[in-house]
C-alpha cells in the first residue's frame, strides 16, 4: 500500500529487483516524491554519476533505466521543467558519457535537457568556511535528486551521495580536491549544494574503483533524504565503519545530515532479490573462490563479496572452510554460512540480507 505523508528524512527505503525503472518508480511512489517536490513549476535536476565514458553493467556509472523511470513518475505527477546535469572527471568527456552511458537517448525520447556542468558557469560559494567554485546550473535547481552508484573508491574506499555531487563542481575544481585530500572539501561541497532526493543505484556497483571494472552484483536500489546516512548506511553494507569513511563524520560535524544508523528507519518493500545470475570476473572472481553459494540471492551474496575483499589476504589465508550462502541451505547444517538460510550451521552470520560490516565481523570472528 502506498503511503499517504512523506517520507521522513531518517528512512531509507530499499527494494531489490531487476526492472530498474520500475524500482525507481516505487521508490518515488513510497516516498511521495511529488509532496516532497510541491509546486509543480520547479525547476528540477537528475544528476547521475556519469564519471566515465563506460555502460553501467561495469559498476561504475548510473543506469539510464533509473533517472528514467523518475522522469516517468515526475510527468505523471505535472512536473515538466526537468533536466539531467553531470560533469564526468577531469580527462573526460561529459557529451561521450551521455551517449555511451544511455542518457542522450533517454533525454531525445523523454524531452529533457542535458547540462554539461563542466562548460557552463560558475560561482564561488562560502561551504562553511571553505570557498568553492560551483556550477550555476546546479544552483539554479530548485530540487535536486541525486542518483550516485554505491560503489568502492580506491582513494576515499566509498563513493555515493556524498562524494556524487563533484560532477557539479569545474574540472579546476576537481583537481584541488584531490590536491586537499578529498575529505574535507567533498564535506564542505555539501553543506551548499542541494540533496533533496536521493534515489541510490546499487545494482552492480564496483568492488573497489570509481571507473569500474569489477562490479558486485546486487540487485538492490535505495532511497533517502539524508546524504549522510544514506552514506552511513551504504558503507556498513559493503564492510566499512565511519572510522573508515572520514568525509561522512565530517559532514555529520558540518551539519550536512545525520550518520546515526540506529536511529534510522530500514524499510524493505520486497522480500529480497533474485537468485545471483551474473558470473563474476576479475577480483570478484577470486573472492568468490572462497563462497560456496546455492540458490543465494544476489543482496546477500555482494554483502558476502563485499566482507571478503575487506579481509585481506591474510584474513582469506586463515578462512579454513568456504563460506555457504544462499537458499539451498535452509534447514542443513554446516560449519561456516551467512544469512538466515544458514541458521542451522555451527557458526553462521544472522540476518536477510546482512550488511557487510556485519559479515566482516563474523568472518574475523570466526578465522
Known sequence: MIRVTAME????????????????????????????????????????????????????????EIAAGLIAYLRKNGFTNLVILEGSWAGDSTDKAFTVCGYRKLASEAGVGLIDTKSGKTRACDCKGMKIEICESALALDFMINLPVMKGHCQTRLTCALKNNKGI????????????????????????????????????????????GNPVHAGRMFAARDPVLCDAWAAAQMGYTLAD??????????????A???????????????????????KVSRLAAHITEDRACSACYAALVFALSRMGRNGLDRLREKVCVGQ??????????????????KASCPGCPPSGADILAFLRGSA
Open 328 to 345: 539451498g541451505f535452509r534447514q542443513k547444517s554446516g560449519k561456516l554460512g551467512v544469512g538466515q538460510c544458514t541458521a542451522g550451521f
Open 9 to 64: 528524512k531518517n528512512e531509507i527505503l530499499v527494494i531489490y529487483g531487476g526492472d530498474m525503472a520500475a524500482m525507481a518508480i516505487r521508490l518515488a511512489e513510497e516516498a511521495d516524491l511529488a509532496g516532497l517536490i510541491g509546486e509543480r513549476g520547479k525547476r528540477i535536476g537528475l544528476k547521475p554519476n556519469l564519471v566515465v565514458s563506460r555502460p553501467a553493467s561495469g559498476g561504475a556509472t548510473t543506469h539510464p
Open 260 to 282: 546515526d544508523l540506529h536511529g534510522a528507519k530500514v524499510r524493505e518493500l520486497n522480500g529480497g532479490s533474485a537468485a545471483v545470475s551474473a558470473r563474476p570476473g576479475g
Open 169 to 212: 563542481i569545474p574540472d579546476r575544481e576537481k583537481r584541488r580536491f584531490h590536491s586537499l585530500g578529498l575529505t574535507r572539501p567533498i564535506a564542505h561541497l555539501n553543506t551548499a549544494v542541494r540533496n533533496d532526493f536521493i534515489v541510490v543505484d546499487g545494482i552492480c556497483g564496483d568492488l573497489d574503483f570509481e571507473e569500474g
Open 245 to 258: 569513511i572520514p568525509y561522512i563524520g565530517l559532514a555529520e560535524k558540518l551539519g550536512v545530515g545525520s
